[in-house]
């Protein structure tokens, strides 16, 4: 398969691109780095990143970012923030992928275990998280030349844990390895419209 990944060079990315490389051809995007450069958020900047790539079979995203901070502190141009980068540019790239993505082709986003498993200051993830499972389940129905739809909600990998464990007390972490195959679970096999669970 020809498989566009967005967000490959961070620690989901990689573990995706390890997983996926040695079967299929890989395309890789980012907001800096990769094979394209894409502003996720820009509906325009997505739909001319689909242009230069072309037909694909499948699209990965491994990207969004949010602000942590305590209730007390948080404020709605925070929350904002993370509901455009983190949900609206992931659901950009469904949009403007949908007449790019060839026949029984999939879309795999990326939520994240805080919605399931919150921590403290952790409210702007927790909602994007679950906004973006409530997105996939309603999309899927409507999706269009049998495109599959799902999203991937992994917890803390292993090879993150030392820089961001301390925020995730009690949190068991989960082999990247294992994250990989979830992705793959998504491409290569049938799922629609599911929030694939990967816990440590």
Do not use: W
């Amino acid at each position: 398969m020809r498989i566009l990944v967005v967000g490959a060079k961070g620690d989901i990315g990689q573990a995706i691109c390890a997983e996926l490389q040695p079967r299929h051809e890989i395309i890789t995007a980012g907001r800096t780095s990769g094979d394209h450069q894409v502003d996720l958020t820009d509906l325009a900047s997505v739909q001319a990143l689909y242009q230069a790539v072309g037909p694909v079979d499948a699209v990965i995203s491994a990207v969004g970012e949010v602000k942590f901070a305590t209730l007390a502190e948080f404020t709605p141009d925070q929350m904002l923030f993370g509901l455009q980068n983190k949900v609206m540019g992931q659901i950009n790239l469904v949009l403007a992928g949908l007449n790019v993505v060839r026949d029984g082709g999939s879309l795999t986003l990326t939520s994240g275990i805080l919605d399931r498993d919150p921590v403290a200051v952790g409210v702007g993830a927790a909602t994007a998280n679950a906004a973006l499972g409530g997105f996939v389940k309603g999309a899927a129905i409507d999706m269009p030349r049998g495109l599959r739809l799902n999203v991937v909600s992994p917890g803390l990998l292993d090879v993150s844990a030392a820089k961001y464990g301390q925020f995730f007390p009690g949190h068991v972490p989960v082999a990247a390895t294992r994250v990989g195959l979830a992705y793959a679970k998504c491409v290569e096999g049938l799922p629609n419209g599911q929030v694939v669970i990967v816990d440590g």
